[in-house]
């Protein structure tokens, strides 16, 4: 069932269920009473992650809170994607960004992997939540993807697990056309790995293409920025061996 975009939709962490109240935070409350003007009657969409969407009513409004009553589910709720996306950590602005498009596009998990030339070697996680929460809410995506805590890329591939194929990004691929690579890809469980602005060093190359459950593809004769990258090998992976 697609999702209702008419409404306006708020992530919140309560346990949902009919006929309970849910009371935003301030931050919530200070945007439905100040910006929408939200009135009583008003209907709204929630959603926690866990328990489905479900249609909400204004009962009460304050002057810095209000009290929302749900009155029933209208989705239920999906299992998390199971496409794991792997990228290393770019500077503030375009990380926001990063994080957001990838939740748009379908990834479950999120996990930030330091690599020789990454910018940023510790995100800030919470900010990477919130972003995820963020285009969450506005895509109508219900299973809210799982932030990892970075870590190292040597780390991670030493305890990768090889049922999962991983596809990385791989900016000196003898040729421009992914689709070959990508077809030929059998597991049902995918990982994307995007590298930072410098790209992946030749070690890390060398390593990647040495491990039996990596696939390694091109993306076209462009060089791509590493956000611009990532949404394309996103839109790739999907519409060949996803859930498109």
Same mark, same amino acid.
């Given at each position: ?6 409404? %306006? ?44 969407? $479900? ?6 409004? @304050? ?23 792997? /990228? ?23 996990? #930030? ?5 990454? %910018? ?39 305890? $990768? +697990? ?5 596809? /990385?990004? +791989?900016?000196?691929? #003898? ?14 469980? %995918? ?6 602005? @410098? ?12 491990? #039996? ?30 859930? $498109?």
């Amino acid at each position: 069932m697609r999702a209702n975009y008419r409404l %306006q939709r708020l992530f919140v962490p309560d346990a949902l269920g009919q006929g309970a109240d849910v009371l935003p935070d301030a931050r919530q409350a200070h945007y439905l009473l100040h910006v929408l003007r939200v009135a009583e009657g008003a209907e709204l969409l929630l959603f926690n992650g866990r328990d489905g969407e $479900w249609l909400a009513r204004v009962a009460e409004r @304050g002057r810095k809170t209000v009290r929302l009553t749900l009155a029933e589910q209208v989705r239920p709720q999906p299992p998390l994607p199971g496409l794991v996306f792997c /990228f290393a950590p770019l500077k503030q602005g375009r990380l926001d960004y990063l994080v957001q498009k990838a939740v748009e596009m379908g990834a479950g998990v999120l996990q #930030p992997v330091v690599t020789q030339h990454t %910018q940023v070697a510790k995100p800030g996680i919470d900010r990477l939540q919130a972003n995820a929460v963020e285009a969450a809410e506005q895509c109508g995506v219900l299973a809210v993807p799982q932030v990892r805590e970075a870590v190292k890329l040597d780390r991670l591939l030493a305890r $990768w +697990d090889a049922s999962c194929r991983l596809v /990385f990004c +791989d900016e000196d691929f #003898p040729t421009d056309n992914p689709l070959a690579a990508l077809q030929g890809i059998t597991e049902r469980r %995918q990982a994307l790995l995007v590298g930072p602005e @410098g790209g992946f060093s030749e070690q890390e190359r060398a390593m990647l293409r040495a491990l #039996p459950f990596v696939t390694a593809i091109p993306l076209g004769p462009r060089i791509l920025r590493a956000d611009t990258a990532a949404v394309a090998a996103l839109a790739l992976i999907q519409a060949t061996i996803g859930d $498109w």
